[in-house]
């Protein structure tokens, strides 16, 4: 499955749920913590941050907020695939719906699923990936070696999202030389705080239909050594990103 929430380093099938009980107690978990919830659907082209209402294992439904923008929740209907991601104790939970229906849930519009027949739970706190701004993107220049070694270009593409064990670029115009397993030196992330250099080893590939009908190209890495300066930088952004997320999902922004 190629969705938004694809971690961009990792094979995440070992840490896939197949539990019923487990699955609809990680949800309830998720709903009475009052947990917010990334919503994202036509490949995170839509994205919103919204919580669950509630779990009916009986009816076989999840009952989630809906958006604010009427567009957003139109476009989210007709999605082939939704994805939601949420933390859980720092416990990273993704799910995925093929279908989302409009409801009425305790007399105001909401959205529905089906309980998702497996999850993932992700209990790294490295592999939690925070979405990048699109407005004013982070951009990380890769160094291109030729054949014979020597620096032959450098290549500038923006961030898609990052964690402190790697991050996403996309790669438009699919410059950037894409076999599994090569490892990319002095690689320069322009950060807000300041720029820092590390090794990048491609562990994933995604190329990807948008809704335009053009293809993208979305390109997972996982830090190599980072050092721990570095490291050290790219959490404190994580935590900025977060922060800025969260206010702007309870009306603080």
């Known amino acids: 499955m190629t969705s938004e929430f694809d971690d961009d380093s990792q094979d995440l099938s070992r840490y896939q749920v197949y539990s ?3 699955i609809v107690s990680l949800l309830r978990a998720v709903s009475t913590r009052n947990q917010l919830v990334r919503m994202q659907a036509n490949n995170g082209a839509d994205a919103v941050i919204t919580s669950i209402l509630e779990v009916d294992d009986a009816n076989d439904t999840v009952i989630i907020d809906r958006a604010q923008s009427a567009l957003t929740n ?23 719906a093929s279908n989302v229906y409009s409801c009425v849930h305790d007399g105001r519009p909401a959205l529905s699923m089906a309980i998702p027949e497996s999850l993932i739970r992700l209990q790294r706190r490295e ?24 620096i032959s270009d450098t290549i500038t593409v923006p961030l898609h999202n990052i964690s402190a064990g790697g991050l996403a670029v996309v790669d438009e115009k699919k410059q950037i030389p894409a076999t599994l ?67 702007r999902a309870t009306g603080m922004a």
Request: proline share 4%; charged share 25%.
């Open 181 to 247: 397993g090569i490892v990319y030196d002095k690689c320069r992330i322009e950060l807000p705080g300041g720029a820092i250099e590390t090794r990048l080893e491609l562990m994933n590939i995604h190329d990807l239909k948008l809704t335009n009908g053009k293809t993208t190209r979305r390109l997972g890495f996982m830090f190599v050594n980072i050092p721990n300066a570095a490291l050290a930088a790219v959490q404190r952004y994580i935590t900025k990103l977060e922060r800025e997320q969260n206010a």
């Open 74 to 96: 139109e476009r989210i209907l007709e999605s082939d695939e939704v994805a939601f991601e949420t933390v859980l104790e720092n416990i990273r939970i993704l799910f995925f």
């Open 127 to 150: 592999y939690y990936r925070v979405s990048t701004p699109v407005a004013h993107p982070v951009r990380c220049t890769f160094t291109i070696p030729s054949e014979t070694g020597e």
């Open 20 to 22: 019923r009980r487990e």
